[in-house]
């Protein structure tokens, strides 16, 4: 194995969401185990030094996702300006007090940067992620190409196995699906692994499947005050000791998907062969959460993304077999969605009777 | 739609014919081509040069190294004729189709042991064929592939129509399976695959992709009917030609909507294989003229999207192999279990896909705006670093670059206005298709 010779990289996302901190940190009866960011930055910082500690070669870059906005809190590549290192400890080990001391303060200061009366936008996790790839990528580019990096003295080489962990506090986003997504792919193309610890609210499914598709792992923290143990144990060792390790892995993945009109996550969808977007029609109301998600779908007379408009005997015979599963759906909404492509139909149903009599 | 590359091949054919002496028409410099060919073919290295040699441009002459015999210049100029390509792409949205069906048509006809490929055509053919299988389902997550070979005066299945990448490679993997013999039969072996692909729903595409080394065939009837038949069926013929162009060749492309191409080297074999990976856009389907018009092609699928059981779940029988798993999906409507995805749930018919294998083509749908290039340090914005991986930019203009390329290296997102390194750039755009300042 050549991780003798080699380090491994981490880069790490925080979400940093003011309100869900807020919320984490609230004691019981809300939480059994209330988490505040300070406690947790100081299990992060642990982890972090613990990760630097581990092999000299190691590298190490931290994302902060703040409400709006994604920063580059810190990374071994780039030198730490003097400003941040001014508490210069005899008994402290340099590196660890450089990491400390600059994510804490970037931290701080972008929090107060924040504006407090403004409603506050949702963290910009899916932007930070997309960075931690930027950066996974620069750093495993061949050196040649990068000979500003030669010049400050940093050789990066090609470092085995990079990894993403994302440290989640917020539920998940829906209008995000897509980025994620191609985040997770660009994330298989460049073999780094995403591994996700959510440590507050509820399951991620978009985070889970981008821990499922990278190899990472999942974890969903049900014991907060023992974070430090959960991140030790499980996200410290490299992706190739892991499989020697037995690291928790994912019990059920959610492969559904979210659909375009209500961004609502969904079993059953419609999908417009054209553009292939997915599409449902969902009441607003629908808790319901069972396998047949059909009850509460309904056809599309026009793909409200590239307007095309589909042909009406798909459209009755979508909905005519959606009686069989559902029972008492609105009648009105029925006829409104119907009653668009009736004055086209003379056009748009003709070229399809060959296809329909074929399946 | 015209073929492109079937133009960039003439426009090669009338370079190389400038060469050897005007008033010589494409075809007439092919069948010389390929004399020359068929000597090299039966092992008498000829010194004469191929007339496309001319014409052909040696990728290694084109780099120039500079002062410091480094690279880098020649690599940014590359990128940066990468960007100005995306500049120049049309804003209008392409359709494509994203549910493919494909034939692989290979021939194994003696002509494929010639060895004017290393080590043989029909070696090369197939490691080719390995990479362009796994690069296709990379890009099309939905789509399958049959395969099907030519030999001995008939067409054989190799491979059942699969949207498995290795079932499909499993298919080809074993050479001594597929030696080449006899004389191929195009005829035979377009209808074997038309035939396969008959019950297909309009909305997926269906094509045939034909790699051809021979220069005959020996049809038991009219081709120009099984021609016909696959206009009629919107079926898509796309050749690979190895040795010289056919007539026929040509004309299944031309008639079909296909491309045809006849590669010149092991490289531009590959090339001319690997341009066929991206979906194609749809045909000409005019809806814009009347907004009322509908595309045949249009239809409202039902997907479904299926639960996946952990490793650990106590075993049970599948439905597609009846054999005893533990892993496997459930299909969300009659909650049967199946071994992959994608698929079509055997109990009820739903289409079963998992929500990546429709992410994936998000991105042909959704792309990133093209960054402008910043040209001088007083448009720079004040951050010091690259917006996505913190490089710190140059200070100073770089002198002497070309078009399209920024002097001061940063790159600028339309939307967010966060400045990008030339890495980032052609990162944010090639691979991940989103830009990390907008974060959508």
């Known amino acids: 194995m050549d991780d003798d010779s080699m380090g491994s990289h981490l880069s790490v996302v925080i979400d940093l969401s003011p309100t869900h901190w807020e919320l984490s940190s609230r004691e019981a009866p809300e939480n059994t185990y209330p988490l505040t960011l300070a406690t947790f930055l100081s299990q992060l910082l642990a982890f972090l030094n613990s990760h630097i500690a581990c092999r000299h070669e190691n590298t190490l870059a931290v994302f902060g996702a703040f409400p709006g906005k994604s920063v580059m809190l810190y990374s071994s590549s780039n030198p730490v300006p003097d400003s941040l290192s001014t508490d210069v400890n005899a008994n402290s080990y340099p590196p660890f007090s450089a990491v400390d001391s600059t994510v804490v303060q970037r931290i701080m200061s972008e929090l107060d940067l924040l504006e407090k009366d403004e409603e506050e936008a949702p963290s910009a996790l899916v932007g930070s992620l997309v960075k931690a790839l930027c950066y996974v990528n620069r750093i495993t580019l061949p050196p040649s190409s990068n000979s500003k990096a030669q010049a400050n003295g940093f050789h990066p080489g090609v470092l085995p196995d990079p990894r993403i962990l994302i440290l989640s506090v917020s539920p998940d986003l829906a209008t995000s699906y897509i980025p994620i997504m191609n985040a997770i792919f660009s994330a298989q193309k460049l073999k780094a692994t995403i591994d996700v610890c959510q440590i507050y609210g509820p399951n991620t499914v978009f985070l889970q499947q981008a821990a499922h598709l990278t190899g990472g792992s999942y974890i969903f923290l049900e014991r907060r005050d023992a974070l430090l143990q959960y991140l030790i144990m499980s996200f410290l060792p490299p992706p190739s000791i892991r499989k020697t390790l037995s690291v928790p892995t994912q019990e059920q993945v959610d492969f559904r998907a979210a659909c375009f009109c209500h961004k609502k996550i969904i079993d059953i969808g419609f999908v417009c062969s054209v553009c292939l977007s997915s599409e449902c029609y969902l009441p607003a109301a629908t808790s319901n959460n069972n396998q047949l998600g059909l009850v509460f779908c309904q056809p599309l007379p026009v793909c409200t993304t590239c307007r095309t408009k589909f042909p009406m005997k798909t459209l009755t015979r979508l909905n005519a077999a959606r009686p069989l599963l559902a029972t008492g759906n609105s009648a009105p909404s029925q006829s409104r969605l119907t009653s668009g492509p009736v004055t086209n139909n003379g056009v748009g149903g003709a070229p399809h009777s060959g296809t329909n009599g074929a399946r | ?440």
């Open chain 2, 1 to 440: 739609m015209p073929p492109r590359r079937d133009g960039e091949y003439l426009q090669v054919d009338s370079d190389s014919d400038i060469e050897i002496g005007p008033g010589r028409k494409g075809k007439g410099k092919d069948k010389a081509g390929d004399k020359r060919k068929k000597d090299k073919g039966k092992g008498k290295a000829t010194e004469a040069a191929y007339t496309w040699e001319a014409s052909y441009t040696r990728s290694w002459d084109t780099v120039q190294e500079d002062e410091a015999g480094s690279l880098q210049g020649a690599v940014e100029d590359w990128m940066a004729r990468g960007r100005r390509r995306r500049l120049l792409a049309p804003a209008a949205p392409v359709r494509r189709t994203i549910i493919r069906h494909l034939v692989l048509l290979l021939d194994l006809s003696t002509s494929m042991l010639d060895r004017d490929m290393r080590p043989t055509r029909f070696d090369l053919t197939l490691q080719y064929a390995r990479e362009f299988i796994v690069e296709w389902f990379d890009q099309n997550p939905l789509g399958q592939i049959g395969v099907v070979g030519m030999r001995a005066g008939i067409g054989e299945r190799v491979g059942e129509m699969s949207g498995n990448p290795q079932d499909v490679l499993k298919a080809i993997a074993d050479r001594h399976k597929l030696e080449p013999t006899g004389e191929p039969s195009l005829q035979n072996s377009i209808e074997l695959a038309r035939n396969s692909m008959n019950h297909l729903p309009t909305h997926s595409s269906r094509e045939i992709l034909i790699i051809f080394g021979s220069l005959t065939t020996c049809d038991p009837h009219n081709i120009h009917d099984t021609l016909n038949a696959c206009v009629t069926n919107k079926i898509r013929i796309s050749v690979v030609a190895l040795a010289a162009e056919m007539k026929i060749c040509r004309e299944l492309c031309d008639k079909t909507g296909g491309q045809f191409g006849v590669a010149m080297n092991e490289g531009h074999f590959k090339d001319l294989l690997f341009e066929l990976i991206p979906p194609p856009a749809q045909r000409a389907l005019t809806r814009a003229a009347g907004a009322g018009a509908t595309n045949p092609a249009a239809d409202l699928m039902m997907m479904g999207f299926p639960t996946r059981l952990p490793d650990a779940s106590p075993p049970s029988l599948c439905v597609c192999h009846s054999e005893l798993r533990s892993e496997g999906f459930l299909c969300p409507r009659c909650l049967a279990k199946v071994c992959d995805v994608p698929t079509d749930c055997d109990i009820c018919d739903l289409m079963i896909v998992s929500s990546p294998h429709l992410a994936r083509s998000y991105h042909h749908l959704f792309p990133v705006k093209p960054y402008t290039a910043v040209m001088s340090m007083v448009d720079a914005s004040d951050s010091s670093g690259c917006h996505g991986c913190a490089r710190v930019f140059p200070v100073a203009a770089l002198v002497g670059v070309s078009e399209g390329m920024s002097a001061v290296g940063r790159y600028r997102c339309p939307d967010c206005r966060g400045e990008f390194c030339s890495d980032c750039d052609v990162f944010v755009h090639d691979v991940v298709h989103s830009c990390p300042g907008c974060g959508q």
